[in-house]
């Protein structure tokens, strides 16, 4: 199996398979290849009506703090830290919440 560049795809020039990336005997040859962005991570929500709403971390109060657009949201890397931050902001009245982002 012939080693690739993990920036641009191409194959790697002989006496370079070892390494990861281009760039001992010159740049990459063509550009990097596009990345699709997954970001796992723990969210606070809290239902206003029918609406699942996402806490973005600006304001306090549930009218202002909570948008219907997750990509607003605060993350948090671990479920502890947004149980912490959910049980001082809204005591029983939300849920941490663990959500997947997909970027372009």
Request: glycine residues 10%; aromatic residues 12%; proline residues 8%.
């Amino acid at each position: 199996m012939d080693a690739k560049c993990e920036l641009c795809g191409e194959p790697m020039p002989e006496g370079e398979q070892m390494f990861k990336y281009h760039g001992l005997s010159g740049p990459c040859p063509k550009p990097p290849l596009p990345k699709s962005v997954e970001e796992v991570g723990w969210c606070i929500v809290r239902y206003f009506g029918s609406d699942l709403t996402y806490w973005n971390g600006r304001f306090l109060d549930s009218s202002r703090g909570f948008e219907t657009d997750n990509l607003k949201a605060i993350r948090f890397a671990r479920q502890e830290d947004a149980s912490i931050v959910l049980s001082w902001l809204l005591g029983n009245e939300g849920a941490a919440q663990e959500h997947m982002w997909v970027c372009p």
